[in-house]
């Protein structure tokens, strides 16, 4: 009668102690990372600051199935600068405050993926890298030639950022920051939510051993188009707020090196880290813009260098390594 | 009561000549100050320096902008209206989202009254919206695109160097004129070889000519066989070429090696810089004809500039770096002329205004689209044995004038520009 209890007390207070010892940390963390996003723009100017969260949620969402899904996509550009045309085009003739726009974008970038998505999850590993490059250099090339819609090279100019005439917010980057912010939180938690999901167990699940995963009775192929699509959508919601921020879409956000710098920043944040995407952003975006003043002339050398020593040095991304070190610091103590 | 007088006399004398003093010497003594947004002139340089426009401008137009800035300097002395001018500069890396940052924060951040250069057409038009909106001057020099003076056209900028519609119409018109009257065209098929083509029919048809064929080739591309061998089928006097680059330099080498200009079908290239010529070789390129916006060994004016140039640089400036040097001297002349940088009276200075310099040849500032137009020049490669000294490669064959080089107004206007509003 008396043991009873107090196993049961002793399970609490481990229970407890468990709850305690990781819950404080986990808010803590959000804490200064709500923080870090809400005085962004007065540590960095504020158009890199838009920038860089841009860049975040889209690395987040190639995390999503890089990190999560196990597919490594080369040809994501197609969903960040396919939404940023569609964005551009909505706003300049349309009108509709930037946020509709970026929801148009998104649902774009979204009903891209079905196809392609379908297509290439057939494939995988390399074969699957290749094959959404080609489809994204294929978007590359229409856009291209579509001079009409797109203005071909020339970009698509003069995108308006409508906000219900709120001037501050359209014309000064600093509050449009603001405007921006919580359109990429709400990706980044919804990319969270997706993860923590049973869904996003069977996505794992799927990665892990896709044999198995078939053999419990799931359609794999279904998950990772489904997966895929959710990530285009937030690639293509990034790529919408990033084209509404610089007041035009490019032929380069459609461009290889726009997949290929997303992959560099997911692989420096640190893969299946879904967070590592935001110090990953961050270091490239400030690196990139730092370099472009410093009147040194092989940009390239010095991000491929830092490429080659995070991985080399921190397989596992900044964020994945300094999760390592401290869980081996906490089975220490 | 005599005493009192001229001590009143003299009280209001001095109290006059004080007033003269004041009245004399307060504008003055300002004007270094006060009419100087935020104390000084600061002059952005953007454009690319680790890439494929290095050479043909990169770093080197910032030498060529500081030269200005000494120029000002030492023409003025103590009457200088710019007291303090400063010269920063970027890298684009010829990404438009790097510009368009880039450019925001030269004129918002380091108070920058007017940006130069800004080579490919995306980034061109980036900055040129934020020159708009930040209401700062902007002198775009290294894009070929028309949009600047097209649609895209605003009050704060100009237009400086060349643009498609002056590199076609110099070649295409005057080789048409000259007896090359049936031409092949080869465009990379983009928006740039687009416009030159179209430019380019334009032209030749206007001088009699005929285009027999006009044949698309992906971009980039390194194999041009196929596209030459179909060129040369129709039997053309000329080949166009309108390929830049890279892709010119393979272009050109394989109508080399095809042994199409012994068969007497003569090449035009849409646009050449005499960095291209340098970094190929002089004996691939012999023979072509193309439109220079400026040749350093021209005349005396020219080559005396040139000079200064290679001491400071150690190499010859492409028409790029001369524009560079002549956008920043007509800045700063303007400041002086207006005894302000505010962008408006800066503006309103140059607009119509007509110029004579070192770039500049009857030059103005059109007021109608802020297109800068000047004489240019058809230019044919020289032979390597005629080829004198290092950089020795262009032959000028006619001088185009202003008047005739560029696209006329009421072009620009049905083009979309419309600077009053």
């Known amino acids: 009668m008396t043991s009873a209890p107090t196993t049961i007390t002793s399970v609490a207070a481990a229970a407890n102690h468990l709850a305690s010892r990781r819950s404080p940390l986990r808010w803590v963390l959000l804490a200064v990372g709500l923080l870090a996003a809400l005085s962004l723009p007065w540590l960095v100017y504020p158009p890199l600051a838009m920038d860089i969260a841009a860049w975040a949620l889209f690395a987040i969402a190639l995390d999503l199935l890089l990190g999560f899904t196990g597919l490594l996509s080369f040809g994501h550009a197609a969903f960040w600068g396919g939404s940023a045309y569609v964005t551009g085009l909505v706003a300049i003739n349309v009108g509709v405050p930037f946020p509709v726009a970026i929801l148009v974008g998104a649902l774009f970038a979204m009903l891209l993926a079905v196809p392609i998505g379908f297509l290439s999850v057939r494939s995988s590993g390399i074969y699957f890298a290749m094959v959404t490059l080609a489809f994204a250099q294929m978007l590359y090339f229409f856009a291209n030639q579509w001079r009409d819609v797109t203005g071909g090279e020339n970009g698509l100019q003069g995108i308006p950022r409508n906000f219900f005439g709120i001037e501050l917010i359209e014309t000064d980057p600093f509050y449009f920051y603001y405007a921006g912010l919580p359109i990429v939180l709400l990706g980044m938690w919804a990319a969270w939510r997706i993860i923590h999901s049973p869904f996003g167990k069977v996505l794992v699940a799927i990665r892990d051993n896709p044999a198995r995963a078939s053999a419990l009775g799931y359609d794999v192929q279904r998950y990772k188009v489904m997966a895929f699509v959710m990530s285009a959508g937030l690639a293509g919601t990034a790529g919408g707020l990033f084209s509404i921020s610089h007041g035009f879409a490019s032929l380069q956000e459609l461009n290889w090196t726009t997949s290929g710098k997303v992959v560099l920043i997911t692989v420096l944040g640190g893969i299946g880290t879904l967070w590592g995407g935001t110090i990953g952003a961050a270091l490239v975006v400030m690196l990139e813009d730092w370099l472009a003043t410093s009147g040194f002339e092989g940009i390239g050398i010095i991000t491929g260098t830092v490429f080659v020593i995070v991985v080399l040095a921190f397989r596992r991304g900044i964020w994945g390594t300094v999760r390592d070190l401290k869980a081996r610091f906490r089975s220490r103590t | ?421």
């Open chain 2, 1 to 421: 009561m005599r005493h009192k007088t001229t001590t009143a006399a003299a009280a209001a004398l001095s109290g006059a000549l004080l007033l003269a003093a004041c009245g004399q010497a307060g504008p003055t003594a300002q004007t270094g100050e006060d009419e100087l947004t935020d104390g000084k002139v600061v002059l952005g340089v953007l454009n690319d320096q680790s890439g494929v426009y290095k050479d043909l401008s990169g770093p080197n137009s910032v030498e060529a902008v500081k030269m200005a800035v000494e120029d000002y300097k030492a023409e003025y002395g103590d009457d200088a209206v710019a007291t303090e001018i400063e010269v920063i500069t970027a890298d684009h890396q010829n990404k438009p989202e790097v510009a368009n940052t880039k450019a925001q924060e030269m004129y918002d951040r380091n108070k920058a009254d007017a940006i130069f250069d800004v080579p490919a057409s995306s980034a061109a038009l980036a900055v040129a919206t934020q020159a708009k909106e930040n209401k700062k001057l902007y002198f775009n020099i290294g894009a070929a695109t028309t949009e600047l003076t097209g649609a895209q056209c605003n009050k704060y900028t100009f237009h400086y160097a060349y643009d498609t519609y002056m590199l076609a119409n110099g070649t295409g018109k005057t080789v048409t004129e000259q007896g090359g009257t049936n031409w092949s065209i080869i465009y990379p098929d983009y928006a740039f070889g687009q416009d030159m083509t179209k430019s380019f029919t334009t032209a030749i048809e206007g001088s009699g000519g005929a285009v027999v064929e006009a044949i698309p080739t992906p971009f980039p591309n390194d194999n041009f066989a196929t596209f030459l061998t179909k060129a040369a089928a129709s039997n053309p006097d000329v080949i166009g070429s309108m390929q830049a680059g890279g892709d010119l330099i393979n272009f050109v080498k394989q109508y080399n090696e095809a042994g199409l200009r012994d068969q007497g079908i003569e090449l035009a290239v849409g646009l050449m810089f005499i960095t291209d010529i340098n970094s190929l070789g002089v004996d691939q390129f012999a023979g072509t004809t193309f439109t220079e916006a400026w040749y350093w060994n021209y005349d005396d004016e020219n080559r005396e500039w040139a000079d200064r140039f290679m001491e400071i640089t150690g190499t010859r400036p492409s028409f790029a770096h001369a524009a560079n040097y002549s956008a920043a001297k007509q800045y700063l002349d303007a400041v002086q002329r207006a005894g302000t940088d505010d962008a408006d009276a800066i503006v309103s200075e140059l607009q119509g205004y007509k110029v004579n310099d070192v770039f500049l040849r009857n030059g103005e500032f059109r007021a109608e689209d802020n297109r800068v137009v000047h004489d240019a020049y058809l230019a044919k490669v020289k032979d390597e044995a005629s080829v004198s000294e290092d950089w020795d490669y262009e032959e000028i064959l006619a001088t185009i004038d202003a008047s005739e080089a560029f696209r006329p107004v009421e072009d620009s206007i049905a083009a979309g520009c419309n600077l009053g509003s």
